[in-house]
Antibody
Framework: EVQLLESGGGLVQPGGSLRLSCAAS????????MYWVRQAPGKGLEWVSS????????YYADSVRGRFTISRDNSKNTLYLEMNSLRADDTAVYYC????????????????WGQGTMVTVSS | EVVMTQSPATLSVSPGERATLSCRAS??????LAWYQQKPGQTPRLLIY???TRATGIPARFSGSGSGTEFTLTISSLQSEDFAVYYC??????????FGQGTKVEIK
């Protein structure tokens, strides 16, 4: 079964840091581009970051650029999101998702999503 | 940035009726458009990609159409499990990948 499992969320103070992980199973992780998408409480979906299959290309939303870093370890089938200088408006459920196309590039819709991990930024 | 605009914000429909949801892109994205369903407390689920292709396991009552800037998701006969929020998303011009604000389909 194709599965994504996020972890690492929690309560953090403004200005703090957190590292999210997304463990992939059931598919050839190293051949797919991956994404992070977040959803603030009661709000819609917001794309956060993307990374190609090799890890050589990454993109960020303006709201997180310079503070968040996406990375992956294909030997561990794991995607990461390092979050620094966290702000209250970063509070959200963070989902990882995979590209539907196995080209390794950003080709298609997001076909599999994890269950999400909640990040709360508050003092 | 491609802005995705969904309408209406809320759609009240009786079970068994047809629901039609709209999504407009601020510039042409060809057919690089997906629809997702999200139920309360659940993760988004891919319904449609390529504007009109149903994802694996999606019932035939869900259909998508459109190209360029105007897109439609139709649910031919609403079932109780279809009441949810639906998002469109473009993946043709990036970054950023952008979502619509969502349409909530509620029981009339």
């Amino acid at each position: 079964e194709v599965q994504l499992l996020e972890s690492g969320g929690g309560l953090v103070q403004p200005g703090g840091s957190l590292r999210l992980s997304c463990a992939a199973s059931g598919f050839n992780f190293r051949t797919y581009a991956m994404y992070w998408v977040r959803q603030a409480p009661g709000k819609g979906l917001e794309w956060v970051s993307s990374i190609s299959s090799s890890g050589g290309n990454a993109y960020y939303a303006d709201s997180v650029r310079g503070r968040f870093t996406i990375s992956r370890d294909n030997s561990k089938n794991t995607l990461y999101l390092e979050m620094n200088s966290l702000r209250a408006d970063d509070t959200a459920v963070y989902y990882c998702a995979k590209d539907a196309h196995s080209s390794g590039w950003f080709r298609d819709a997001f076909d599999i999503w994890g269950q999400g991990t909640m990040v709360t930024v508050s003092s | 940035e491609v802005v995705m605009t969904q309408s209406p914000a809320t759609l009240s429909v009786s079970p068994g009726e047809r629901a039609t949801l709209s999504c407009r892109a601020s510039q042409s994205i060809n057919d690089n458009l997906a629809w997702y369903q999200q139920k309360p407390g659940q993760t988004p689920r891919l319904l449609i990609y390529g504007a009109s292709t149903r994802a694996t396991g999606i019932p035939a009552r869900f259909s998508g159409s459109g190209s360029g800037t105007e897109f439609t998701l139709t649910i031919s006969s609403l079932q109780s499990e279809d009441f949810a929020v639906y998002y469109c998303q473009q993946y043709g011009i990036w970054p950023p990948w952008t979502f619509g604000q969502g349409t909530k389909v509620e029981i009339k």
